[in-house]
């Protein structure tokens, strides 16, 4: 047997999004098996929305991610709705489209830029990076808060989008739309793109179904889900738009998806404002008293594939059990068959695709046993190992 | 001019400790390095290691299995080193100080120079508190 | 419909089933029957395992598996109650890989046993709680089955 080399991203490097340690494992240049261990992140969310009441729970939920802070929100009050059995009103199905999808947007913009990032395409970090910050600026019109908007309780939204609002948003959406032609030819024609991009990571159909992986991740390789249309909510029966696939199944096949979604979503934001245009102003809820018995499960499409929450009431004011399910939750496992087989350098860009982002190098200091992967000295004991190595040579001397 | 403020005359570089976060704040750091807010134009800059660093920023709430990591980077520090807690989680835990994972809020881990609150904070107020934390010393 | 014929391979199986809506259904389940009909769901029928959510009630602890029929928009709840003492059931790892992780993350937080799970280390914790001791147990007054 070969011997085989432990090296390890994580738990904090610079550009993480949550601190994760993956241990690759490899011969040579060659990636042979992935690891992975979690928990540095871990909060008891789904334990801290039983104390809380089903109102104060929105806030929760909505900093379980800080990038989909509203696909959470959003899954919780189709799941709520689905106990109570209440149908909200139009102009707050319009509002809560709207939000979802400008996240969407959002979102993309951040992989697109930190894939650039991974990939040393730092133009197109900066670009991307520079053209969210207008969706951002959105945000905070509508919501006074440029992450975590609050925008969403039971029965409807806590705040309306008014109509004179509508021509600012409009005016960043086709600014948005400009810009992603410019992104669009920032990624299809740069020839170093394809070259690092295509033919990597690869996840067949098979793999996909195998590992349960939805969202983009899901629609790259050809397995045509979209909780969006197949189960279709809030304001997505009202207006017309496209699910993107595409065949490939590797990188560049997602970043296609993640950008071509992106006009749809702008097409989508078009068509919801119309729709505002006329509903009633202010009429954005429906007042709920009590919340029955039973429980609820309600899915939703996140920028990053579908979030589904279960939600148990026994009758009083806080959910008896509340459980969450992220995308990244089965995507991750899906890293398992990406990365394996091909070169370290390409591991970061494959690991990054799926869109929880890792990259850089492991930066914390503790020695490794390399056979049995076991901490022998932390950072003090180094020190005064060296120290004391020191001091040998110098008496020697 | 003491040797602290000696120390941090000149371009400093950061490190980012994100715990048990909900990533706001991390994107938020990340943010003032982009075109609009361009942190690097007073000579910060994000580094890989603790080793290379000036500054901490550390973000989120702390759960247990960060603790010791957290205590550990903070070790491997060159001295003297700012630490900056950002976001409600990083100054008091926030929403998740409930959680049977907690383990923080920071300060009670190492010790604080400057808080930046906020859920999450924007990048201007990023900017501003590490600005205000130059001018301290 | 994929359902009508579900029921009628399961006859035995399937102890109660309920419909709140064509898109939600519940089917409450014999537990030793959980690999067979979830094999059958992904296998033939071509379901899409979404998660499996663990309740602690004082009927004992519960299971809903999750499963998504896309294209219809489905959501298939396979329910199963297990015992309050001594819970324990099959595991599904060795046949799908997507319900690895869940079914090792139900085990520490509310220590539901996993038979032939091909492994049940830790997924979450590293000395955040004791070991032997479940986060999400609940205590419940009027019987006597307390937190361990």
Redesign the interface.
């Known amino acids: 047997m070969s011997k085989q080399t432990l090296i390890p991203i994580g738990p904090y490097h610079p550009l993480q999004e949550e601190p994760e340690l993956f241990k690759l494992y490899c011969d040579g240049e060659i990636v042979k098996d992935v690891k992975w261990e979690t928990g540095y992140n871990h909060r008891g969310i789904e334990k801290l929305a039983e104390q809380k009441s089903y109102d104060e729970v929105f806030f929760l939920v909505e900093r379980i991610c800080g990038i989909c802070s509203t696909s959470h929100p959003f899954a919780f009050a189709t799941s709520v709705e689905e106990i109570v059995g209440v149908e909200i009103t139009n102009r707050a199905k319009y509002i809560r489209t709207i939000i979802g999808e400008l996240e969407r947007i959002h979102s993309h913009l951040l992989w697109v830029g930190l894939a650039g990032h991974f990939l040393g395409y730092n133009t197109l970090f900066m670009w991307a990076w520079k053209y969210r910050e207008p969706v951002l600026d959105l945000f905070e019109m509508i919501a006074g808060n440029r992450n975590n908007y609050a925008m969403f309780k039971v029965g409807g939204v806590r705040r309306d989008i008014e109509n004179q609002k509508i021509p600012a948003i409009e005016k960043v959406l086709s600014l948005v739309k400009k810009k992603t032609d410019l992104l669009v030819g920032a990624v299809m024609d740069d020839p170093v793109f394809h070259a690092r991009t295509k033919g990597v990571g690869v996840l067949t159909r098979q793999d996909i179904l195998d590992f349960a992986a939805v969202g983009p991740t899901a629609r790259a390789s050809g397995v045509d889900i979209d909780v969006r249309r197949d189960d279709p909510y809030a304001a997505y029966p009202l207006v017309n738009w496209k699910v993107i696939t595409a065949k490939a199944g590797d990188v560049f096949a997602k970043a296609e998806v993640r950008l071509l979604e992106m006009y749809e979503s702008v097409f989508i934001i078009e068509q919801c404002l119309s729709g505002l245009k006329k509903e009633k102003e202010g009429d954005v809820e429906v007042k709920i008293k009590h919340i029955p018995e039973g429980f609820g499960t309600g899915h939703t499409e996140a920028p990053r594939g579908e979030v589904f929450h279960f939600v148990l009431s026994d009758g009083s004011n806080s959910p008896a059990r509340h459980k969450i399910r992220a995308p990244s939750y089965t995507n991750i496992a899906t890293f398992k068959k990406s990365c394996v087989g091909q070169s370290i350098s390409d591991a970061t860009i494959s690991l990054a695709a799926v869109d929880p982002c890792y990259c850089c190098t492991e930066r914390l200091a503790v020695a490794i046993d390399r056979q049995s992967g076991n901490r022998i000295m932390n950072a003090k004991e180094i020190i005064s190992h060296s120290a004391s190595i020191t001091n040998k040579l110098l008496q020697h001397e | 001019m003491g040797f602290k403020s000696y120390c941090f005359k000149k371009s400093l570089w950061l490190?980012?400790?994100?715990?048990?976060?909900?990533?706001?704040?991390?994107?938020?750091i990340?943010?003032c390095l982009?075109?609009?807010y361009d942190l690097e134009r007073f000579g910060m800059l994000?580094?890989?290691?603790?080793?290379h660093a000036d500054v901490l920023l550390v973000n989120?709430?702390i759960?247990?299995?960060?603790k010791p990591?957290l205590l550990?980077?903070y070790?491997?520090a060159p001295k003297p080193v700012l630490v900056v807690a950002i976001g409600a989680c990083g100054c008091t835990g926030?929403?998740?100080a409930?959680?049977?994972?907690?383990a923080g809020p920071v300060d009670n881990i190492i010790p604080v120079d400057a808080y930046i609150p906020g859920?999450?904070p924007?990048p201007e107020a990023i900017l501003a508190g590490i600005v205000k934390l130059l001018g301290k010393n | 419909m994929v359902l009508n014929e579900l029921k009628k391979t399961f006859a035995k199986e399937i102890l109660d089933s309920e419909a709140r809506s064509k898109r939600r259904v519940t089917l409450r389940i014999d537990p030793a029957a959980l690999v067979p009909i979830s094999v059958h769901l992904f296998r033939e029928l071509g379901f899409r395992f979404i998660i499996a959510s663990a309740l602690h009630t004082k009927k004992g602890f519960e299971i809903y598996y999750h499963y998504s029929y896309d294209g219809t928009g489905l959501i298939l709840n396979l329910h199963v109650i297990l015992d309050q003492k001594k819970p324990e059931i099959e595991s599904l790892s060795n046949m799908f890989e997507s319900t690895n992780w869940i079914e090792r993350e139900m085990h520490e937080l509310f220590g539901i046993n996993f038979l032939n799970h091909p492994n049940l280390d830790q997924l979450l914790s590293e000395g955040n709680w004791a070991t032997g001791e479940y986060p999400y147990r609940k205590r419940f007054k009027s019987n006597e089955e307390v937190q361990t």
Do not use: M
């Open positions: 490190f980012h400790f994100g715990g048990a976060s909900c990533n706001n704040c991390d994107i938020e990340l943010d982009t075109p609009r994000l580094v890989g290691s603790i080793r989120g709430s759960n247990k299995k960060d990591r550990e980077i070790e491997q926030g929403i998740f409930e959680g049977y994972t907690f859920c999450p924007k």
